[in-house]
Nanobody, 125 residues
């Protein structure tokens, strides 16, 4: 069974940090790009960051550049999102997804074939 399981969300004050984890299982994701998306209340899901599992090449949305860092641990089959200098506008449910490098852009959620259930991040002001 292919699964992505997110963890690490919670409540944090503005300026604080959190590290999200996405544990992958059930298939080899070495040819995939792993992405983090988020969805705030009343808004559409948006791309946050992505990483090529094989090469480690990374991508970031402009809104999180310089504050968030994506990484992966091949041995643990886990992708991380380190979030620093958090702002209230970062409040959202954060989802991990797997993109099989199809014709959809990495920032387009339609290209992802597997999703986790999400983890809630709440940043208080």
């Amino acid at each position: 069974q292919v699964q992505l399981v997110e963890s690490g969300g919670g409540l944090v004050q503005a300026g604080g940090s959190l590290r999200l984890s996405c544990a992958a299982s059930g298939r080899t994701f070495s040819t995939y790009v792993m992405g983090w998306f988020r969805q705030a209340p009343g808004k559409e899901r948006e791309f946050v960051s992505g990483i090529w599992w094989a090469s480690g090449h990374t991508y970031y949305a402009d809104s999180v550049k310089g504050r968030f860092t994506i990484s992966r641990d091949n041995a643990k089959n886990t992708v991380y999102l380190q979030m620093n200098s958090l702002k209230p506008e970062d409040t959202a449910v954060y989802y991990c997804g797997a993109h099989p490098r199809n014709s959809y852009a990495l920032m387009d959620e339609r290209g992802y074939d597997t999703w986790g259930n999400g983890t809630l991040v709440t940043v208080s002001s």
